[in-house]
Every structure is written in structure tokens, then in C-alpha cells.
């Protein structure tokens, strides 16, 4: 099977034919052979959203070429494509059982795309975890709303709480490949399936209980409010003190990175909410003067610092699956 495109639109729209080809691989690998034939054709054309999975026909915006600089993506145009591609197996091969279980299928296109461009570059892995922790800033709705509002009203939020909700923040807690293990369980055959029946196969291949992990971050009403930790390091800088003070009931794993003066000065220091409480004092032996603390610079968690002074904002929430014109 290979990525075939309209040759001279997608040529034209900057289609790596050859990565996009790697990526797939990847998911043939995984979850079994591309499920809809020979071809999986790709049209490039104005579109409403950035992109669209039919299965087989996957429908892309012209205009991501030219969006470079200033996407949360480190490229829009490639992140996209392999979205849809995931897609495939993930949304069409494998559906979803209900309209609010529409988290699950975007969460894991983001996520598979996600780690094909941490296995190729981390620092492109690292953009687009930081781009979810953008796009869930003034998130209204939780990722399995409990007012069922309708789809159309809701579905812009999923796309960065729930990839990093359902599987970034699980892979910190365990490890990469036993999300990949849980994926392998639920895809790859047609059916449907429940965000329920997600955690679950993330509870059998992590052995984490995710019960009340699952009823703070996926299920709720109303806006999420995401944790915010206050970080304070000891006069003598042999200790760290961090407290939850922001959302306690939603816990996650995540570093500090602690920096000096030089640009080689950093010590990360791992912090567990989830298995060690929401106000702990870790010790550390930094080499160099701390000046600086930054909270979650690996993109582990919809976790940042508590913002004292936090700055009105007008801006709009933009669904981030919108074409970018
Ligand atoms: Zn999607």
C-alpha cells in the first residue's frame, strides 16, 4: 500500500510522499494491513477543516502548505496527513460507539502522529505536545461532557486535552509501548468502541487503576479547570518544595527543569502527583545557582505553573481543526 496523491495539487502542496510512507508503516505494523484496498487517495483542496478521514479518500486544506510559521504544529501540512492516516484504522476501520466517544478517535490520530514525529525528531514529538497544551487553554467543555452538548458545539476541545488526557499523560505514568500494547488491543478489526473501553485496555496494559484518574480529567461538567502548581526551591537549594494547589483531584507525572545562569545549567527533577501526593519536597544537588524554574518543559501534563498575576485575555478560543483561512 502506498500513499498516493494527486500528483500535481499535492506535489504542489508539499506532500513528502516518502514520510507519509513511513508513517503508515508504522501503523501496518501495529494495528494490521491498511483496511480500505490499494490506494489511499488524498485530495488537496479549500476545505472546512484542516483535514478529513473518509475512509480511503483522505481530504486535505490547500492552505496548510502555507502555514509554517505561526502553527502550533511544527508542520501543519505533514502532522495533518498523518492525522488522517491514522484515522483509517482509528475512527473508520474501528468507530466510535457513541457521539460522545468522539474523543478517543482524534485523541489517537493526534497521539500515532505523535509518535511517529517523536521516532523521526523529538523536538518535533516535543512542538506538537506543546501545541495540545495550547489548544486546551479555555477548553469549555471536558472531553466526555456530561451536558451532551451537540457534537458541533464541543468537538474543537477534544483536540488537546484529549490526546494528552487519554495517552500522553498514561505514557508518562508507564511507558510508550504499553499505550501502543493497549491500542493494539481495541484496533485493527471493525467494531465499535467506547472511551470506556479505551481506559480499560489502558488499565490491563499499564496494571494503573485509572478509576479516579478517568472521573477527574475525562468525565465532567462544565469547563475543565487544568492543575497549577506553586514551586519553591529551598534557600539552601538542597530541596524543592511543590504543591498542588490548582485542581488537586487531577494528578499526573511530570519534570521540573531547574536552570542557572549557563544555557548547560538544567537539572529536571521528576514530580508525581499521581502516585505521591499534591504537596511534596523533593531533594536535589544542583551543580549550578538556580535562577529559573520552569514547570513541564517535556510536555508530560495539562499541568503549568500557578499564574499569581494571570493576565485577562480576550482571545477567542479557535477549534484548532478549522482551516487555517
Ligand atoms: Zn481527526
Not at 42 to 52: R, S
Request: charged letters at 15%.
Amino acid at each position: 500500500m502506498t500513499v498516493y496523491d494527486r500528483t500535481d495539487t499535492g506535489i504542489a502542496a508539499g506532500i513528502d510522499a516518502a514520510y507519509h510512507a513511513g508513517f503508515v508503516a508504522m501503523m501496518e505494523q501495529n494495528f494490521g494491513p491498511y483496511p480500505f484496498g490499494a490506494d489511499l487517495r488524498v485530495l488537496v483542496a479549500p476545505t472546512y477543516w484542516a483535514g478529513f478521514e473518509h475512509p480511503g479518500n483522505i481530504v486535505i486544506d490547500d492552505s496548510l502548505k502555507k502555514v509554517q510559521i505561526g502553527s502550533a504544529y511544527a508542520s501543519p501540512l505533514a502532522h495533518t496527513l498523518d492525522h488522517e492516516i491514522a484515522h483509517q484504522w482509528a475512527g473508520d476501520q474501528t468507530t466510535i460507539a457513541d457521539t460522545y466517544d468522539f474523543v478517543w478517535k482524534e485523541s489517537m490520530a493526534e497521539y500515532l502522529a505523535f509518535v511517529y514525529e517523536a521516532s523521526v525528531d523529538p523536538a518535533i514529538g516535543l512542538k506538537t505536545a506543546d501545541a495540545w497544551k495550547q489548544f486546551s487553554v479555555g477548553a469549555q467543555y471536558f472531553p466526555v461532557p456530561g451536558e451532551k452538548p451537540a457534537l458541533f458545539d464541543y468537538y474543537g476541545d477534544v483536540y488537546g486535552p484529549g490526546p494528552m488526557i487519554l495517552f500522553r499523560q498514561i505514557e508518562v505514568l508507564s511507558s510508550r509501548a504499553n499505550v501502543i500494547t493497549a491500542l493494539q488491543s481495541v484496533l485493527g478489526t471493525p467494531r465499535a468502541l467506547s472511551v470506556d473501553e479505551v481506559v480499560a485496555a489502558l488499565e490491563t496494559s499499564t496494571g494503573l487503576d485509572l478509576g479516579a484518574y478517568a472521573a477527574a480529567w475525562i468525565h465532567g461538567t462544565g469547563a475543565p479547570v487544568f492543575p497549577q502548581v506553586d514551586v519553591a526551591v529551598a534557600v539552601d537549594a538542597t530541596s524543592v518544595h511543590v504543591v498542588q494547589i490548582v485542581a488537586p483531584e487531577r494528578r499526573c507525572k511530570f519534570h521540573l527543569a531547574l536552570r542557572g545562569a549557563q544555557p548547560t545549567d538544567e537539572l529536571l527533577v521528576a514530580v508525581d502527583t499521581f502516585t505521591g501526593g499534591i504537596d511534596q519536597t523533593l531533594a536535589i544537588t544542583p551543580a549550578f545557582a538556580v535562577t529559573n524554574v520552569v514547570v513541564d518543559p517535556l510536555r508530560e501534563c495539562l499541568m503549568t505553573a500557578h499564574a499569581i498575576t494571570a493576565a485577562p485575555t480576550n482571545t477567542p478560543h479557535r477549534n484548532p481543526w478549522l482551516a487555517p483561512q
